[in-house]
């Protein structure tokens, strides 16, 4: 049993983690989408 729960334990961290890193991805490219320098790249094309 105990491995069992070791092992749901681990599954769940790992999912949580993921999400955290999509959410920190999401906010990341959101703040680049606001960040000033993107003006300068939309000129460059």
Same mark, same amino acid.
Do not use: C, H, S
């Given at each position: 049993?105990?491995?069992?729960?070791?092992?749901?334990?681990?599954?769940?961290?790992?999912?949580?983690m993921?999400?955290?890193?999509?959410?920190?991805?999401i906010?990341?490219n959101?703040?680049?989408?606001?960040?000033?320098?993107r003006?300068?790249y =939309?000129?460059? =094309?």
């Open positions: 049993m105990r491995e069992r729960t070791t092992v749901i334990t681990a599954i769940t961290t790992i999912e949580i993921m999400a955290l890193t999509g959410a920190l991805t906010a990341i959101a703040q680049w989408y606001n960040d000033p320098f003006g300068r =939309k000129k460059q =094309k």
